[in-house]
Each structure stands twice: as structure tokens, then as C-alpha cells.
């Protein structure tokens, strides 16, 4: 009878416990990451040592995955994360770059003689409105600045040379990666003044030899379309603008948050590295590469803390490296910036993530930013997990085939999503 009277109070004690919701609600946290922690971990001893990864519960600051999570590796695309950033830290949401039209001479009753000087101002949007409206949906065509130019000069004729002047950048077309040269890697051909991403075929495998001058000869074009009276004489070069050119008309791009969307969302490597040459034209000591990743990497360190190993604005550079631990960090502090959250593709429905957990239950939970090189393929963003909290991921794998690191992350990414903490 004792031992029968010892079991029933023993039951009545886990009764009360099971029915303490504080117990309850510990016992299911505990239940919750041991579950994640196991499919985490499977997923990586799936990639192998030359991985690692890291997840963070923004809502609580509780690290809840964390696997070799401080060691570099190749970030490829995750790389854009740190670019973006800056680019709107620095210039700001709201901020946009001008291609200009510029001039010596002036008006001869309707007929404007002299010298117009377009000069780029590192849109990498700039081109024709078809290719435009195709590729990016909105952005600087050279048809809206001819409009621009015809309605504040009045002209409807031009007699004179056009100079095309791409000096706010290097002419490089290149990164470190291409060995500065023109590459289908960078997808397009940098310049200060690239007409269509300096694309001379519609699928970006035939480059322009001077994309300034296709630019400048676009203008001519364009004011020819508009009904203003050009000769077919008329001479196109690449120069530099002198500084008593008045100025005539301008073209805006998108602003700086959907050029960020613009670059993570497809991550796009000419938007990201005509960004970086940006930042080092406007706020470092030259429009290079080497400036801009100067720019950014003391963004990085004096905004967020972090200290990651770059040398161009992509990810294309294997000297590169970033841990899971700094892409977290850099995650939680941009959290609550809205330009930035929203410049990432959204899992199964957008960008690099489209074709991505469309049939899971992580389908619009998650947003993410995708990196791969032949053997590196990684992934970080945020989930809204089943919890209602916000949590953070990144993993990072290298040595690795991409096509079978995919279905690996997407299980680990489902995993996060359907953390119930």
C-alpha cells in the first residue's frame, strides 16, 4: 500500500507539472530546438567540414544553431549583403545617380551648334527603354533624357561632335576576379556610362569594345528618333567634360533602395559592382574597385562591428571570406531597415529563390540572399517562424557541388521556418 500510495503521488506531481503552463511552454521549447538542432545538424554533416552555419532568434537574441559558425568561408553572392549595406548607409534610400547632358556652343535660332558632353554618373540602369522595361521594369532611359534635353533647349536641330565621358569610374571592365577584364561573370561591361549593361547581343555574351561611345551614339540615335535633325556625319568620341560645360538635361535613376533590390533580389553582379565603384567615386578617393571595397569594408567595421574579407562587390573574388557569424550579425542589425529586408528574394516566389521551397512550408516565411561559385553554395536571410519570432540564418557551404548543396539548404531553411520555440 505504501508503494502504491508513493506511485500515485509521484503521478500527481508530473500531472501538476504537465499541467503548469511554464513547464509546459519549457519542456515544448526544449522538445522545439532539439528538433531544429537535429535537422541542422544533419544538413551540415550532409556538406561536409568545409561548411558551417549559424541561427539567431531576433525576437529573444538566443543563439539556437551554431556550427563552426566563426570560421571564413567563400561567401559568392552572400557577399552583396555587405555591398548593399553600405550603399545605403552611404548614399541613402532616397539618393539617385544623374546622367547628364552637358555643352560649349549654344541655340542658333532652333538649331543648337557646339559640342554636347554625355556624361555617366554610374547608372547601372541606363540604356534604351525596351531593354529597360525587359530587364529591370523601371530605370534611366535615353529616350526620357532626349525628351529632357529637346524640352529645355528648345532645338530641333544639332549641328556639332557628342563626347562620351565615363572618367567619374575607371575604365576597367572587369574585377579581380576576371582580372579586371570584360567577363559574362560580371554580366555586363562597367563604366561610368554603359548603355544596356554594355551588352552589344540581347543575351549578354557580346560585348561593346568602347561602351561609352555605343552610349554616345545612342544619344545620337535617340535624337534622331525624337525628330531633331542630326547629320549622318556627326562624330562620337570618348572624353572628358570640361568644367566650363553648361549643363542641359538629366536623367534619374531608380532610387538607391531599388537599385539594392535591383542587385540582391536576382543578385545581380554588374549592379553590385558598379555600386562598389560608385561608393569609391562618391565617398572614397577614386571611382575603382580597390576604393569602393575600401569604402565598404570601413562601413562595415565602424556601422556593424564586422570585419569581412573582400576585394570587390559581388562575391566573384576567391579572396573573399565572411562567417556564418558575421552574416547573422550583419542580418540582426538590419532587421529593422526596410530597404534592405525587402531587397531579398523571397523564398518561392521571387528572384534567386523563385524556383526555390515553392511547395514547403517555408514559401513566403523566408527571404534570403543566395551565393554560388562552381564549388561554393550558400544561403542566409530571415524566416517567421511558426513561433511568430524572426530568426536569422546563415549557411555557408564550400567544397561543395551547388546542385547537391541546394536541396540540402532548402531542407535546412524549412527546418528554420518551422521552428516552434
Known sequence: MR????LLAASAILLGLASDPAVAARHAAAAASRSLDGALALGMSQAGRASGGYVEDLSTGATLYANRSRVGRLPASVEKLYTTSTALLRFGPVATLSTQVLATGGLQGSTFVGTLY???GGD?????????????????????????????????????????????????RGTPATGYGPSIDVEGELSALAFNRGWADAYGYVYYKHPAVEAGQQLVAALKAAGVHVPDTTRTRAGDTPSGAAPLAAVLSPRMAKLVSLTNTPSDNFFAETLIKDLGAKFGDAGTTAAGAGVVRSTIAEKFGLHPRFNDGSGLSRYDR???????????????NP????????????????????????RGRCRGKTGTLTDASNLAGYCHARDGHT???????????????HPIQNRMVVAVARYDG
Open 3 to 6: 508503494r502504491l500510495a508513493l
Open 118 to 120: 554625355l556624361r555617366g
Open 124 to 172: 547601372p540602369t541606363f540604356g534604351s527603354a525596351g531593354f529597360v522595361r525587359t530587364e529591370y521594369g523601371v530605370g534611366a532611359t535615353v529616350q526620357q533624357l532626349v525628351a529632357n534635353l529637346v524640352k529645355a533647349t528648345g532645338m530641333d536641330a544639332f549641328q556639332g561632335s557628342v563626347v562620351a565621358d565615363e572618367s567619374m569610374l575607371d575604365s576597367l
Open 322 to 336: 565572411t562567417s556564418p557569424f558575421d552574416v547573422v550579425s550583419l542580418l540582426r542589425q538590419q532587421a529593422n
Open 339 to 362: 530597404e534592405f529586408v525587402g531587397s531579398l528574394a523571397v523564398a518561392g516566389r521571387t528572384g534567386t529563390l523563385k524556383h526555390e521551397l515553392r511547395r514547403t512550408f517555408a
Open 391 to 405: 530568426l536569422a540564418f546563415a549557411f555557408l557551404m564550400n567544397k561543395i557541388n551547388p546542385d547537391y548543396a
